[in-house]
Structures are given as structure tokens and as C-alpha cells.
């Protein structure tokens, strides 16, 4: 029997998850105006079902290791940088993300300051100053970023 | 048809005060195109009050550069950095970004430009000659042309599911019930927003592509020197002309998809979006070498460029001639008009021909100024490809949060980008297709509202129509036509 890679469950896994919470949300809305999610999650199932026997049957093989140090670095710095957004602001919270990636990868830390530096300024001045999207600001008692 | 006039409005364009605000809103069109995130549609309606003070030409011939200019700079990060700006440009990554990564950046670039242009100039044509005329077919798509439409635009999942045709499929069907989100249109009832206010529009398009193609290859990214592979050609061997000359060997798909852009366009409620994936997917099914298609393949990017630009003149026909804007761009230059008291719609080509000929003209002057402006632009661009990962990860990343969160302005958006993003990387690495979902996201809303109208109103005999008919039989044959493609390279063979 050939090897089966548990990382297969992963996708349908989360397609599950997902078909469960829809229709669990959707319980008390007539059945009238869920004439095509019912017709999509049919042919769903029937697909995902085809595709666990597939993968029980090994036939997808495995896949090639992962190298999940720097991806797994790369989401919990972007969850920090969204969570500090309201706190410190736009253009501070891009900053130190920027710098702090760079630096982290292995970039030179003169380059990554001035690219980072450049980069949050410009974006500040487009997106804040010009377009005035309603990005996070810093308040300070001199200036307002 | 009116020659003099045609003739009057060919010298209004290149009255230096036009030329200016048509160079201006292209050069607006190719920033806008190029961030991602920035939305024509949203700048143009801010720009909107200046329309009183410039007037309808040069207001309307600003905004249709711009328009243009966006939709044809739209694929260059797409190319360079697998990272969709618009929902029309995504159809690029696939073949763009790998493009890239083979060293043919600017080969891919200059394939792009110039299909657009070609494009562009083709959906120009067409406004010019064919629009009064073609306009009124835009009034005989009802709910069930419409649902065959969105059908037919699925087809291209046969195209785009990869190497695993189930595991494509699957992703396509994952993407239609995802795009059951928000609240259905005949009832108005919510459906699995999971309690967020902000999914009751259903699940924003932006913020998604931007998560499944810019963030999820991110991931991978980061574990790479260099966005151009080692084994990839020397970059500095290819230039721009290379794909210019490139694209013009697949004259035919250029024009194919220029006509399938241009009948996309015309038609009101469907757009670039939809039509650059019809197009891939036709491209992919005629094409001498499908098998090419998905791993860097020049037809395929000059394709999707060809249609995404034919979409403008074919999305100003409906808005000039009848008054009906298929999209919020039009709807904003249509709104530029009437602020300025000319009513667009079947009797503009009697009161206000020469200006209606005009704009159309300038549409084809601005893609001639749009290919000399963007080989200058694009070429500038075609340098990121060489920064480093170790610089170029960070900057990516921020551009597709900051650019998801400008779509809407809503800090969700953010966190929809990072969760589309993840999500796009476990689909990439067990072969599940990205394309497909997205597809599927963007076409189950029109398939669903549609087909519920189609039955609602006229029950299934609507579906009996001759537009109807014909859209059912160029599905299967796009379906079937790969097959007897194949089976008559295998009856050739043996003579041979």
C-alpha cells in the first residue's frame, strides 16, 4: 500500500469545516433561497468524497518537505504588525515592519532603513496625505502620522 | 454615418489642450494600474466633481485614458510579482509570473503591452464603426443569457484545473459555494457572513486575489534568493521588442480575444474580470500548445492582455449609446456627461454626434500614445524583477494589505488577505488550483442570481432563446473541442 500524506487532509479539511459552518449559520432562512448552495455543496461533497478516497488510495504521492521556519516568520511578524496598526499607527506599524522583515531575512540593515524609510514615506504621503484613506494615524502631541 | 464629422472630431483630438489631459489620464491610468489595489473606479469618482470645470471632452476623454492606462498597466505587477491589481489582471499571473521567473520579464512585459495596445485599438475600431449598431444587442441579454454567460465562463475550469483535474474541479465548486456569501439578491436574506457586517456584500474580490496570488506565493518566496530562478536565462538578454515581436505570431488569438473582450464589454453587469478568464481559457483550448500554458506561455498573457483592453471600447459602447453603464467606471463617465447636461443614450448620435465620435477617437489615439508611453514605463518597471527576495518579501507583502484595505477602506480587508493567503498556499502546494477557485468566486454570484431570476420569471422556457442556445453550444464545444483536437492530431499522425 503506498504511503499516504497526511498534509492531503489539510485542504479538504478546511473545506469541511467551512460547509459545516455555512449550513449551520443557515439553519433558519427558508430552504427557498438556498436552492444553490444546496446544489453546490451536493456536488461538493460527492467531489470531496472522490477525492479522500483518492488520497487513502495514496495516489497523489507525497509532497516535497517543507521548510517552514521563515513562512511561519513571515505570518506571525504580519499578525504583530496588523494587531499594532491602531496602536501605533499607518506609517509607524509599516515602518517597523519593513525594516524588521528585511533585517530579519538578512538584507543589509543600511539598505532595508533607507528602503523602509522611503517606502513609508511615500506610502504615507499617497494613501494618508493625497487620497486620505482612513488608515490607522498616530497621534502625537507634534504631529500626526 | 457622418464622415465630416467623423473627420471634425479626428482633429479635436489632437488639439493640444485634448492631447494633454490624454496623456495625463493615461500616465494617472498606468500608476493606478500599476499599485495594486488602486481602483480606477473609486479615483475616477473622486476626480468627478473637476468634470464641471474641464467639461464633457476633455473630462470623459480623461477618464477613459485613465480607465485604459490602468486596465493595460494592470498586468505589470501581476508579471513581476504574481500579484493582481485588478481581478481582470489575475489571468496574467499564471503565465506572466512564471514568465519571470524564467528570466523573460520584459519579454512577458513587452508581449502584454502590446497585446493591449492591439486591443485598445480594436475595441476603439469597433466603437467607431459598430457601436450604434452593436449597442442594441447589449439589450437582449435577460437573467438566462446571463446564466449562460457565467456557464460558459466556467468552462474555462477545464482549462485552469492543472494536473489534477479533480482536485481543480473541486477547487472551482469550494469557490462557487464561497461565493454564496452575503446576501442573495431575489429574497434579501443573509447568508454564512459568519457575523461580520462586512461579508454582507458577499466576499470582496480585491482583498481575495490579492491574499491566494500576491500573499500565498509569498510564502514560498521567502525561502528564495531571488524571484528569477537559478537555472533561469540572463535577464538582461531579453528586452521589451522581444515580446512585442513575440505577440505578434499569435495574431489570431489576439484578435479572437480582442473580439471576446469586446462582446464581454458591451454586455452590462459582466466586465474585464470575467472576460480575461473566457479568453485564457479559449486561448488555452486552441492553442497548438495547451501543455505550455500555466508554465510561462507568451499566447497566453498576450490573450488575456488583448481582451482586457478590448473591454473598454466594448464597455462604452452600452454607456454612449444606449445610457446604460456596465460597470462602476462607466457609471462614473456616463455621470460625467450628465453633470455636464448631455444625456448618453439613443440620441446622442443625434445631439451631440461630434462629441460622441470624439471620445471614441480618442479612445484610438490614447492606445497608440499608451503603447509609447508604457515601453518607457514598463521597461522601468521590468527592474523589480532583480531585487532581491530579502528586500522585495516585505514590500510585497505591505502593498497587498495596503492595497486590499483601499479598496473598501475596512481593516477586515487586511485580515481577508492574510487568511486568502494562507489559504492559497496549501492550494498551490497540494496541487489544488488557485485560478479556478477564483474563477468560480467571481462567476457564482452572476450564475446564481440569474439562473433563480431566469426561472423565477419565465421558468424554464426562458432558457429557449436563440442567444441562449448559442452560448450552450460554444460551452460544449469549448468543452469538446480540446478532444477532437487531439483525436485529429492522432488520425494525422500515422500519415505523416
Known amino acids: 500500500m503506498k504511503k499516504v500524506d ?140 | 454615418m457622418d464622415f465630416e464629422l467623423m473627420k471634425h472630431a479626428v482633429f479635436t483630438v489632437f488639439e493640444p489642450q485634448i492631447m494633454i489631459y490624454l496623456v495625463s489620464g493615461l500616465l494617472l491610468g498606468f500608476f493606478i494600474g500599476a499599485v ?71 519579454k512577458a512585459l513587452g508581449a502584454s503591452l502590446s497585446a493591449s495596445t492591439m486591443g485598445g485599438i480594436f475595441g476603439a475600431v469597433v466603437c467607431i464603426f459598430l457601436g450604434p449598431l452593436v449597442g442594441q444587442y447589449a439589450l437582449s441579454f435577460g437573467p438566462a443569457e446571463m446564466f449562460m454567460l457565467a456557464i460558459f465562463g466556467l468552462s474555462a475550469v477545464a482549462t485552469l484545473a492543472g494536473k489534477n483535474p479533480l482536485k481543480g474541479l473541486l477547487s472551482a465548486v469550494f469557490g462557487l459555494l464561497v461565493a454564496t456569501i452575503g446576501m442573495e439578491t431575489v429574497m434579501g436574506y443573509t447568508r454564512s457572513s459568519f457575523g461580520f457586517m462586512e461579508l454582507y456584500d458577499g466576499v470582496p474580490l480585491i482583498p481575495v ?66 472576460a480575461s478568464w473566457i479568453s485564457y481559457g479559449q486561448a488555452k483550448q486552441m492553442s497548438g500548445h495547451p501543455e505550455e500554458f500555466g508554465k510561462g506561455s507568451p499566447e497566453a498573457i498576450v490573450a488575456v492582455s488583448a481582451c482586457n483592453n478590448a473591454v473598454t471600447g466594448g464597455a462604452l459602447i452600452p454607456t454612449i449609446t444606449l445610457g446604460i453603464p456596465g460597470s462602476g467606471t462607466t457609471l462614473v463617465i456616463m455621470t460625467a456627461l450628465m453633470i455636464n447636461n448631455i444625456q448618453p443614450g439613443p440620441s446622442m448620435f443625434n445631439e451631440f454626434a461630434g462629441d460622441a465620435y470624439t471620445i471614441f477617437f480618442s479612445l484610438l489615439v490614447g492606445n497608440v500614445i499608451m503603447f509609447f508611453l508604457g515601453l518607457a514605463a514598463f521597461r522601468m518597471f521590468s527592474k523589480t524583477a532583480s531585487i532581491p527576495t530579502k528586500i522585495l518579501v516585505p514590500i510585497i507583502a505591505l502593498f497587498s494589505l495596503t492595497g486590499s484595505f483601499a479598496f473598501r477602506e475596512l481593516s477586515f480587508d487586511f485580515s481577508l488577505t492574510l487568511l486568502f493567503g494562507l489559504f492559497g498556499w496549501l492550494l498551490k502546494r497540494y496541487g489544488y488550483s488557485a485560478p479556478a477557485f477564483l474563477l468560480s468566486l467571481i462567476l457564482g454570484r452572476l450564475a446564481e442570481t440569474n439562473f433563480i431570476w431566469a426561472i423565477k420569471l419565465e421558468g424554464m422556457k426562458l432558457f429557449i432563446r436563440p442567444i441562449v442556445l448559442a452560448l450552450l453550444v460554444l460551452t460544449v464545444a469549448t468543452l469538446l473541442a480540446p478532444l477532437l483536437l487531439r483525436m485529429m492530431r492522432r488520425g494525422e499522425k500515422p500519415a505523416a
Open chain 1, 6 to 145: 497526511r498534509g492531503e487532509f489539510i485542504v479538504p479539511g478546511i473545506m469541511a469545516t467551512f460547509i459545516a459552518a455555512y449550513h449551520w449559520q443557515v439553519l433558519s432562512i427558508p430552504s427557498e433561497v438556498l436552492l444553490w448552495p444546496y446544489l453546490v455543496t451536493g456536488i461538493l461533497l460527492a467531489m470531496m468524497a472522490a477525492t479522500v478516497v483518492r488520497i487513502l488510495k495514496g495516489a497523489y504521492g507525497t509532497t516535497k518537505e517543507w521548510s517552514l521556519k521563515k513562512p511561519a516568520a513571515l505570518l506571525l511578524v504580519t499578525v504583530i504588525y496588523l494587531a499594532a496598526m491602531p496602536f501605533l499607527g499607518y506609517a509607524a506599524s509599516s515602518f517597523l515592519f519593513l525594516f524588521g522583515t528585511q533585517a530579519y531575512l538578512g538584507a543589509n540593515k543600511k539598505i532595508a532603513f533607507f528602503v523602509s524609510l522611503v517606502l513609508t514615506a511615500l506610502l504615507h504621503l499617497v494613501m494618508i496625505r493625497i487620497i486620505d484613506l482612513d488608515l490607522p494615524r498616530l497621534v502625537t502631541p507634534f504631529l500626526t502620522l
Open chain 2, 36 to 106: 495594486p489595489g488602486f481602483n480606477d473606479t473609486n479615483i475616477l469618482a473622486m476626480l468627478l466633481p473637476f468634470s464641471v470645470y474641464l467639461g464633457p471632452l476633455k473630462a470623459v476623454i480623461f477618464m477613459m485614458a485613465v480607465f485604459g492606462g490602468s486596465q493595460a498597466a494592470g498586468p505589470i505587477p501581476a508579471i513581476l510579482m504574481n500579484m493582481p491589481g485588478t481581478p481582470s489582471a489575475a489571468a496574467v499571473c499564471l503565465d506572466g509570473y512564471a514568465m519571470t521567473r524564467k528570466g523573460l520579464a520584459k
Open chain 2, 209 to 274: 486575489l490579492l491574499g491566494l496570488f500576491g500573499f500565498a506565493e509569498l510564502f514560498d518566496m521567502v525561502n528564495e534568493e531571488s524571484i528569477v530562478e537559478r537555472t533561469a536565462k540572463d535577464s538582461s538578454s531579453c528586452t521589451l521588442w522581444d515580446g512585442i515581436r513575440e505577440s505578434m505570431k499569435h495574431k489570431l488569438v489576439m484578435f479572437r480575444s480582442a473580439v471576446i473582450g469586446v462582446i464581454i464589454g458591451i454586455i452590462p453587469g459582466t466586465g474585464a474580470a470575467i
